[in-house]
């Protein structure tokens, strides 16, 4: 009963390289976000997507890219990581009606811990 | 100013104490009222849901919602030293879930 997967859960990068965070979910879920957690932050939403092949900005969407080619996987990409963007990602899915009250409850995975040198 | 507002704490409690934590949010349009409760190095989990106004109890945890004041809480009878997490309330105007927006989330020590 796997839910939401993070991989990888920890990396560090220097200032300039790109890498890949990828989330699996198991659910059918139709919906599928991106956030990043910060002491004092709160979660902010990166990006999102309501359905394979689809995407959309959240808040905080500036030096992250994303895609969905698949409907239960949700990659989000850095193209040139910049020390702000160390930080705990959190991929979570939902579905409209989905958890015990219709609620559209979000499902996280473990987080991504991300340190960017 | 955020649009929803969370004391971050920490708020440290003896066991068996009540814990009350709250949010306070300025739109009027959030109508889905949640609370996450998150254990370190975990993601979080949802604890407890409200739609629109009024009280919803699940064993030992109480949401309250107060949509005139604008005013959420979330209260913790018997607390137990496993309640030790941090507590993330969201809401939401509809079920889409990209429009869910959080508190900064309140750490909470039970201490034994």
């Known amino acids: 009963n796997a839910g939401v997967t993070q991989t990888p859960k920890f990396r560090v990068l220097k200032t300039g390289q790109s890498m890949t965070l990828l989330c699996a979910q198991d659910?059918?879920?139709?919906?599928m976000y991106w956030y990043r957690q910060d002491p004092g932050m709160g979660l902010r939403l990166i990006h999102y997507?309501?359905?394979?092949?689809?995407?959309a900005k959240g808040e905080v969407p500036d030096g992250y890219n994303v895609s969905r080619l698949k409907k239960q996987n949700f990659l989000l990409g850095l193209e040139s990581a910049a020390p702000s963007q160390t930080s705990v990602y959190f991929c979570a899915s939902s579905s409209p009606s989905s958890g015990r009250t219709a609620t559209g409850e979000l499902f996280f995975g473990e987080g991504s811990r991300l340190t960017v040198l | 100013q955020k649009e929803v507002e969370q004391d971050p704490g920490p708020l440290s409690v003896p066991e068996g104490a009540i814990v009350s934590l709250n949010c306070t949010y300025s739109?009027?349009?959030?109508?889905?009222f949640m609370w996450y409760r998150q254990y370190s190095r975990k993601g979080p989990e949802l604890l407890m849901y409200t739609y629109s106004s009024g009280n919803k109890e699940d064993g030992r945890f109480t949401a309250q919602v107060d949509k005139s004041s604008k005013y959420i809480s979330l209260f913790i009878r018997d607390s137990q030293p496993s309640d030790s997490a941090t507590y993330l309330c969201?809401?939401?105007?509809?079920?889409?879930?990209?429009?869910?927006?959080f508190g900064a989330g309140t750490r909470l020590f039970v201490k034994a």
């Open positions: 969201a809401m939401s105007p509809n079920t889409g879930g990209f429009k869910t927006i």
């Open positions: 997507s309501v359905g394979e092949g689809t995407t």
């Open positions: 659910m059918n879920h139709e919906y």
């Open positions: 739109n009027s349009a959030f109508q889905y």
